[in-house]
Structure formats: structure tokens, C-alpha cells
């Protein structure tokens, strides 16, 4: 298995939106924030265990992203958390 190749997909509970967050001392100027969460993909990781983890694919800054594209776009030091919409 390739690591980040994405393996699965499926579709995300309605309400969940991607919170993303930076270290303190972090230029977020440009870093769009997180939006709505619209799917689910497995990824290959063989850094965790079963060799796979579950991410959010989220929109943000008119597309759709996958935490992995999003964090090479904009700073890999970003946290990308998921939360429902209160």
C-alpha cells in the first residue's frame, strides 16, 4: 500500500464541520478555515496501527479537501479536528 494513497471513501454525517487550528505564534493570514465535513476516506499510514487511518475531506476555500492536501497547501503544522455544528 502506498502511504497517503486514499484506499476508501464514504459519505460524512450531516452537521460535522473540520476545525482547523494552529500552534500559537503561527502567520495564519491566507489559511482559510475549515468548512463543512462532506466525506470520510481511509488513507493508507503504516505509521498507525492496522496500517490505515480514517480523515475527514472537508471544503474550504472553494473545494473540497482531504487534511493531507490541506496541511501541504497551507502548513503541515495545522491541526484538523472534526466538530458538530452547534
Do not use: C, K
Request: charged share 15%; proline share 7%.
Amino acid at each position: 500500500m502506498n502511504e497517503g494513497a486514499i484506499t476508501g471513501a464514504f459519505p460524512a454525517h450531516e452537521g460535522l464541520t473540520a476545525l482547523v487550528g494552529a500552534p500559537p505564534g503561527t502567520d495564519a493570514t491566507g489559511i482559510p478555515p475549515g468548512g463543512s465535513v462532506v466525506a470520510w476516506v481511509l488513507v493508507a499510514d503504516e505509521v498507525v496501527a492496522g496500517g490505515a487511518r480514517l480523515d475527514p475531506v472537508f471544503l474550504a476555500a472553494g473545494r473540497a479537501w482531504t487534511v493531507d492536501q490541506y496541511r501541504r497547501a497551507y502548513g503541515q503544522e495545522l491541526d484538523v479536528r472534526v466538530g458538530q455544528v452547534q
